[in-house]
């Protein structure tokens, strides 16, 4: 296991556009998170599953943000209806649900967006 | 509103010396605090973590200091190598919370 994978690294779109991201987890991982950052900030949450139920989401996660992890594996991001203010780099994130917080979080190399 | 708050957006360090890289916090239900490094276009990397039962965790030449009742904690990095070079992260989260919060990070650059 090489750790979390993003795809794609990146992706420029026109404003209107729906995207879509994918994230593949440390298999062993039962949370998955998704993260979204700007430039000159930290990492903010956008969502949580554990296993294929996703259990949180924050209020930056308009109703054009959509995340799934079918069969608790994989996940997906899409954005509809693409703004000029989504252009960001979207991490994930994976842990097991016991020590996320003492060994934190693997994150993967994330997928920068850039809305035109 | 920010949670958690690092206010110097860089540190320049000689190759050796310590670096000691700060952040505060402001929601006194964070119990596990944590430090992060990214290097450019790659995802951050976990350091070390604290919980909020000790002042002080070390792991070879990182060290976390937790100060409650200050509501700061400091990461100290010594000796300071070249190779450390990055942006660090702190991050903050209740036991009970499902997500980190950050604060904006510190660029640390190690001369040699």
């Known amino acids: 296991d090489t750790g979390v994978s993003q795809d794609p690294r990146h992706k420029i779109t026109k404003r209107g556009q729906n995207v879509t991201f994918r994230c593949d987890p440390i298999?062993?991982?039962?949370?998955l998170y998704w993260y979204r950052q700007t430039l000159g900030q930290g990492p903010e949450f956008l969502t949580y599953?554990?296993?294929?139920?996703?259990?949180?989401k924050s209020r930056l996660l308009s109703d054009r943000f959509s995340a799934e992890r079918p069969k608790g594996s994989f996940s997906t991001l899409e954005i509809q209806r693409t703004e000029q203010g989504d252009s960001a780099m979207y991490l994930c994130?994976?842990?097991?649900?016991?020590?996320?917080?003492?060994?934190?979080?693997?994150f993967g190399s994330g997928t920068r967006l850039t809305v035109v | 509103d920010q949670q958690v708050k690092q206010n110097s957006p860089s540190l320049s360090v000689q190759e050796g010396r310590i670096s000691i890289l700060n952040c505060d916090y402001t929601n006194s239900m964070f119990d596990y605090f944590l430090w992060y490094k990214k290097y450019p276009a790659e995802g951050p990397t976990f350091l070390i973590s604290?919980?909020?039962?000790?002042d002080k965790n070390e792991d070879g030449r990182f060290t976390v200091f937790l100060n409650k009742s200050a509501k700061h904690l400091s990461l100290h990095i010594v000796p300071s190598q070249p190779g450390d070079s990055a942006v660090y992260f702190c991050?903050?989260?209740?036991?009970?919370?499902?997500?980190?919060?950050f604060g904006t990070g510190t660029r640390l650059t190690v001369i040699p």
């Open positions: 604290i919980s909020s039962i000790k």
């Open positions: 298999s062993e991982h039962n949370r």
């Open positions: 991050a903050a989260s209740g036991s009970g919370a499902n997500n980190l919060f």
């Open positions: 599953f554990q296993n294929e139920a996703q259990l949180e």
């Open positions: 994130a994976s842990s097991l649900r016991s020590s996320g917080l003492i060994y934190g979080y693997t």
